[in-house]
């Protein structure tokens, strides 16, 4: 079964950075591909960045030169390096992971099977 389990978010005053890590167990990185979600409240659960099983990145336009994602192959732990942080990056941050073999750089919500907690970013001016 795996486990994602996020940590690293808190509170932090815009043009601040912060880095996410999400802690997988049970899984081979390379079995998977994965991906960083966040959700505000009242909205929807949008991609930030997709990752495949061999590291290549796709980034959302609204993150795109400011966050970058990484993992910490053979610690099965990928991390999420935001810099200039903007209010509108509040938001809860999750991981996702779904076997390579069914789903890989999608940003639907729907095609992952395994989610953490969430660890919540919040941002102000």
């Known amino acids: 079964q795996v486990q994602l389990v996020e940590s690293g978010g808190g509170s932090v005053q815009a043009g601040e950075s912060l880095t996410l890590s999400c802690a997988a167990s049970?899984?081979?990185?390379?079995?998977?591909?994965w991906a960083w979600f966040r959700q505000a409240p009242g909205e929807e659960r949008e991609g930030v960045v997709t990752i495949d099983r061999f590291g290549s990145t796709n980034y959302a336009d609204s993150v795109a030169g400011r966050f970058t994602a990484s993992q910490g192959d053979p610690n099965n732990t990928l991390y999420l390096q935001m810099n200039s942080l903007k209010p509108e990056d509040t938001a809860m941050y999750y991981c996702a992971a779904v076997p390579w073999v069914e789903s890989c750089g999608s940003w639907s919500v729907g095609r992952y099977r395994f989610w953490g907690q969430g660890t919540q970013v919040t941002v102000s001016s």
């Open positions: 049970g899984t081979t990185y390379r079995a998977y591909c």
